[in-house]
């Protein structure tokens, strides 16, 4: 069964049109994170949560938010997308605690802008 | 210069063949690595850590090298199943992973 669930798998959207993304989790793990992956490059991370306390990376867009109200779900908005943020967007999961360690992804959300 | 850099290949090998790959990082404040396995658009999944004495899973070892920062991976009796992108990653600490942009690997029969 699937531990880190993403809704939407496919998402298309108007430029300038904001979207919302979700994941959820059933392995109660303490940290949660969003990447954006393009084609062909690496996973960039975004954001991650450990619990409630939010990070997030210094060179990410004022466009992206991303809201944890509890510990199973978490929400990534794009609040204007462009056409530069088409992207899959990967949620991942893992335990905290010294270190990172394994990290659980969800299958992504693949955004298309129009 | 990126943080985790990698050969991007491709590597075209036959079904049988060793293959390597190396990754190069920065920041020597990294303090752990791993390998993942991503499949043509598909997420991507962990396939082992790095640890400095090496560490083999079957057909797989890895290596990590702290002093001229590389790690690498060697896969021993290519199989048409291995066929992916294997990223090179790097944990700094405070939960901040970093990916490198993959190598890619075809096995062909």
């Known amino acids: 069964d699937a531990m880190v669930i993403q809704n939407p798998r496919y998402q298309v959207t108007q430029f300038g049109k904001p979207v919302t993304l979700s994941c959820s989790q059933t392995?109660?793990?303490?940290?949660m994170y969003w990447y954006q992956q393009k084609s062909s490059q690496a996973p960039k991370l975004l954001f991650h949560?450990?619990?409630?306390?939010?990070?997030n990376e210094a060179d990410t867009p004022d466009n992206f938010q991303s809201r944890r109200p509890n510990t199973s779900f978490c929400f990534l908005d794009i609040r204007s997308p462009g056409l530069g943020d088409a992207a899959m967007y990967l949620c991942?999961?893992?335990?905290?605690?010294?270190?990172?360690?394994?990290?659980?992804f969800g299958e992504g959300s693949r955004l298309t802008v129009l | 210069r990126k943080e985790v850099e990698q050969d991007p290949g491709p590597f075209n090998v036959p079904e049988g063949a060793t293959v390597a790959f190396n990754c190069t990082y920065s920041?020597?404040?990294?303090?752990?690595f791993f390998w993942y396995r991503q499949d043509c658009r598909k997420e991507p999944k962990l396939l082992m850590s790095?640890?400095?004495s090496g560490n083999e899973d079957g057909r797989f070892t890895a290596q990590l090298n702290r002093a001229s920062q590389y790690i690498s991976l060697l896969i021993r009796d290519s199989k048409l199943s291995d066929s992916a992108t294997y990223l090179c990653?790097?944990?700094?600490?405070?939960?901040?992973?970093?990916f490198g942009a993959g190598t890619r690997l075809f096995v062909k029969a």
């Open positions: 949560y450990y619990d409630k306390d939010f990070n």
């Open positions: 920041n020597s404040a990294s303090q752990s």
């Open positions: 392995l109660n793990h303490n940290v």
């Open positions: 991942a999961t893992s335990r905290g605690g010294g270190g990172t360690g394994e990290l659980f």
């Open positions: 990653v790097k944990e700094n600490g405070g939960f901040k992973t970093i």
């Open positions: 790095v640890y400095s």
